[in-house]
């Protein structure tokens, strides 16, 4: 695939000062005191001579030409500001909406990079022995799912059985051998299942998203220059949730060395605080803050870990339904609930906050914060027509149908720039003329 070389915007350089870095918003959550990092750095070797790659991307020209592949569709996610739930605050905030990527979530990015790692080790091969293994309960297993189907591969995944039919449906369609594990035995169930599947067959190969360098290296030459160059380098903060880290780790990595002054501000469930309180827990906003230290979570970047309680951030992705027209999962609710706290603080005044809202909310249909609507529609009531009332309806639908008429002739169509539109089809096509 053709590779376009990204114009890097201008940095304005913006210098931290004791004020701006830690002054009056020490609201709520643990903030990073000033010219000192805090929380282990990442035990992994993953942006060492990357510089380079990182400035060069896909050409974002995937709308106006046929893909190869389902895989080349990947990134590029839009950035679209918020308009109705930010009114009124001195910041403004944009959300990139990675549930535009193939299957709906962050991690498709993920699991096309720990695929394509693998290949490039030879640990797998297209149409050869070895197959990709994850334990996993989310996003990442249906990202690995479909991406193992495009390329050829047979994925097999361990999750526990409470996880939701729609996921076990949704993977089972996608060809996955799946191999579920008592919900009473938690991670460790999962991982001790595949790690029996790994024994008993030694062409399983692991991908390892919590380890593996590829998953936040992704992050680094893909979602940080995409937000770079989208904001055309006004971004002052980035937001995210973490799970694995990976997202918020790669691309606030490559945020800061474009300009300094970015601050990177991970949020975190209240019930689940283990950034702040140094002590996790269980919370419903699936997929983020397992309430561990793990090597593809450098938390050194954070300038700052918010908070918010789970329930308001399922009301935040209600609210972001019914004002802005979003559909999102409980922890884009919860990144953007921490977005618009950043942006509601005076000292932050026509400052650009930038947030990754991971996924898109039809996958949480049965399951926090739509849930309730699910059983809303269940229970809504049916219209039933009487036996009088037949005759009048059916009189209603002649008249329809007799009103009905045909579409009028397509008038006043610039059909220059209707040609101008066809005409500029990009010549990575993968179609060769004439087919
Ligand atoms: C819904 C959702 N949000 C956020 C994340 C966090 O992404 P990362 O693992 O890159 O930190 C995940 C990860 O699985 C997720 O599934």
């Known amino acids: 695939m053709a590779s376009a070389t990204l114009e890097r915007p201008v940095a304005t350089s913006k210098q ?46 995937l709308r106006n030409h046929i893909a190869s592949s389902v895989t080349d569709l990947v990134g590029w996610t839009p950035t679209v500001m918020l308009n109705k739930v930010t009114a009124g605050l001195p910041g403004r905030v944009a959300v990139k909406m990675e549930c535009l990527n ?10 096309l990079a720990l695929i394509e790692d693998l290949e490039r080790q030879g640990k797998l091969i297209p149409g050869g022995e070895n197959q990709p293994l994850e334990m996993t309960s989310g996003n990442t297993g249906i990202g690995l799912a479909w991406v193992a189907a495009a390329k050829g591969y047979k994925l097999t995944c361990t999750m526990p059985s409470a996880y939701s039919d729609e996921r076990k449906a949704l993977l089972l369609a996608l060809g996955t051998d799946l191999h579920l594990t008592d919900k009473l035995d938690g991670p460790a169930g999962m991982l001790a299942r595949a790690s029996e599947l790994e024994e008993e067959n030694p062409h399983l190969m ?33 937001v995210a949730t973490a799970g694995t880290g990976g997202t918020i780790t790669g691309a606030g990595t490559f945020l800061k060395e474009q300009k300094p002054g970015v601050e990177v501000v991970a949020v975190e469930p209240l019930e689940g605080a283990y950034w702040t309180t140094g002590c996790g827990g269980p919370h419903p906003v699936q997929g983020v803050s397992p309430g561990l230290d793990v090597p593809t979570l450098d ?10 309680p789970s329930a308001e951030a399922m009301q935040m992705c209600h609210r972001l339904a019914r004002e802005e027209g979003m559909f999102v999962g409980p922890s884009s609710g919860l990144a953007i609930h921490g977005a618009i706290q950043l942006a509601s603080r005076p000292e932050n005044e026509g400052k650009l906050v930038v947030v990754i809202a991971p996924s898109f909310g ?41 009103k009905t008429k045909p579409l009028p002739p397509l008038e006043n169509i610039d059909v220059n720039a209707a040609a101008a539109v066809a005409s500029n089809v990009a010549d990575t096509s993968p179609l060769k003329s004439g087919e």
């Open 16 to 61: 931290d000062t004791p004020e701006s870095a830690n002054g009056a918003r020490q609201q709520s959550g643990w903030k990073r005191p000033v010219g000192k990092l805090n929380g282990p750095r990442t035990q992994l070797e993953w942006h060492d001579g990357l510089i380079e790659q990182s400035s060069k991307l896909r050409a974002p020209d």
């Open 102 to 111: 193939p299957f709906s979530s962050v991690k498709d990015r993920t699991a």
């Open 206 to 238: 692991m991908t390892r998203q919590f380890e593996a360098a590829a998953n936040v290296r992704v992050h680094y030459q893909q979602t940080g220059p995409e937000i770079w160059s989208q904001s055309q380098g006004r971004v002052d903060f980035l």
């Open 299 to 308: 938390r050194s970047l954070f300038d700052e870990v918010l908070t918010a």
């Open 362 to 402: 039809e996958r949480y249909l049965s399951s926090p914060p739509w849930a309730q609507f699910m059983e809303e529609a269940r229970k809504l009531p049916t219209k039933l027509l009487t036996e009088e009332e037949k005759p009048k309806a059916m009189a209603v639908m002649q008249q329809f149908i007799d």
